[in-house]
């Protein structure tokens, strides 16, 4: 139950509310504000239908739209609105309207599942970090599919969605060498030793040979089985490629569905295996040229860290490293990347929770965080999460010139009995950007064009590497702030009566402390962080444009120090 507005919906409810937030967020749909005599209302007309809901413009200009109080006009009434006719009448084109009806019904379907199926408790303070992952079945508190999953049945949905909590094995492929790249720790064998077993790296190889196999001409690749039953019939491109079976350990999903952490040996590593659905507002597969990459960047990542004390002294930030890839194909589709656990990292009374487990309600209708509010006080404790969670990445950014994407399943929050402590990141592979010439050191940067033949006639803006600081400013604001930070902001004034803007406004002060500090006035300056306004990307009308272009909208600033009211036109909204 998403803050605070999904408590008490129904999935189509939330759902619909969703759907209009983003729509009225990024600009779809002309609106203003109405007094009837039970009050004011948002209001906009959509092909001939009239609309009103009760509503709050917050941080951002994100607009939190009151649960139940969507309402269509009908002659001298007003009536609940409801999803179909909305999304009958949506400025879209019609495949992707299609394609959006069936990505929400999906996402209804499968939260209809949850609520008869799952026995969700009273509270899940108490849970380990597994079992959170697990446990936090909301989903994405602003994209209204979020639980797509396209090409999941209710059964696909039982065996492998991270609610349910079961463990499945991973199926193995033994892949023709020429159509295998690879980016393995150290010597081949003794990495799948390793990281299987030995026991189980020879039943592998006694299966490989009994099919008239042998590793000087294969190499392996493991699979989520779901994607092996979407694909089994479609390898044929792949030679001479001998299906190994089922193997291993077991491994439960994440919050991602894709990543798959290991509750046979939690120690181990997890594994991001590639999915062909989609969920949100991106397909789940992963992108070819970020495969071998990936243990390239997670050690340029963890140098520059390694090279600044601030990183261990005053900004603690742990990167779960991203050390192997295999992949298969040239879509993506047959692809595995091989995380460092978290477990063994912890500190002794160290726990670790999601970050997004911060943005809940429990069903006891308390914030996941109150006991730890409420023993340490809510200033002190916000004042310490902004200097363990917002500092470490802004660190990064302003100090080394380095964004990462830190959004809530991206982040986890290390706490010692609810007091902040370390912030850890993950999944880099797909979400590093840097300007060469902002870089504090340019000589740890990796040569990319030595790493992949796709980079070397690659423009900027389409890999890692970005023209303008102003690109960094807006995957680090967009992720941390827009889509992150705001939902704890505006939890906090609805549980806590902390005004969005006071929360904005102390943030503000830390930041300008942080470069005053560390003499980087002049480096924050050119990322314009505290513009009265800014571009943010709109999430939903990219999939809205049939996921061809970035599209982008404007929106005011509460970290500037006059932060300017955006005129809603449908000029604001760009498409490149």
Known sequence: MPLPEAQHEYPEQRVLRQLVEALLFEQRLPWGWQAFEEGDFLCWQQQGDVYRCRAHVGAFDRVRIRAGSLQRREGDDWQPAGLARLLATLPALDDARQRLTDELAQTVRLCRWNQRRLNVPLSRRGLDYAGLESALDEGHPYHPCFKARTGFSEQDHEEYGPEAGRSFRLVWLAVPRAHLRQALAGDEQAFWQDELGEPVWRC?????HRQGGDWHRHGLLPLHPWQWQQLRGRLGGLGQSLFLGEAGDHYQASQSVRTLLNVSHPERASIKLAMSMVNTSSKRIIEPHSVCTAPVI?????????????????????????????????????????????TPLLGEQERAVPFNALMMVERDGR????????????????????????????????????????????????HEHGWPSRLVLRDFHESVEYVPGFLRDPGLAPDFSALDPCYRQAEPNQYYWMETPEWLRELVMDTLF???????????????????????????????????????????????????????????????????????????????????????????????
Request: glycine residues 6%; charged residues 20%; negative net charge.
């Open 204 to 208: 592998l190889s006694e299966r490989l």
């Open 298 to 342: 997670s050690r340029w990542l963890q140098q520059v860290v390694n090279s600044d004390a601030l990183f261990a002294e005053r900004y603690p930030l742990v990167l779960l490293a991203e050390y192997a890839g295999v992949i298969a194909d040239d879509q993506g589709e047959l692809a595995a990347i091989w995380r460092q656990s978290l």
């Open 482 to 576: 827009v889509f992150n930070l705001s939902e704890v902001s505006w939890l906090l004034e609805c549980h806590y009566g902390l005004p969005e803007a006071r929360f904005w406004s102390l943030l503000a002060i830390r930041l300008a402390a942080h470069a005053e500090e560390h003499g980087l006035q002049a480096r924050l300056a050119e990322l314009g962080h505290d513009a009265a306004t800014f571009y943010t990307e709109s999430l939903l009308t990219r999939k809205l444009s049939g996921n061809r272009v970035e599209c982008h909208h404007l929106v005011s600033n509460p970290l500037s120090p006059q932060p300017t009211p955006v005129t809603r036109a449908e000029s604001n909204v760009v498409c490149e």
């Open 367 to 414: 914030p996941f965080a109150d006991d730890w509010i409420g023993r340490h006080g809510l200033e002190p404790w916000l004042n310490r999460l902004f200097e363990v969670v917002v500092l470490p990445v802004w660190h990064l950014l302003v100090a080394h010139g380095i964004a990462l994407e830190a959004h809530g399943q991206n982040m986890v929050l290390l």
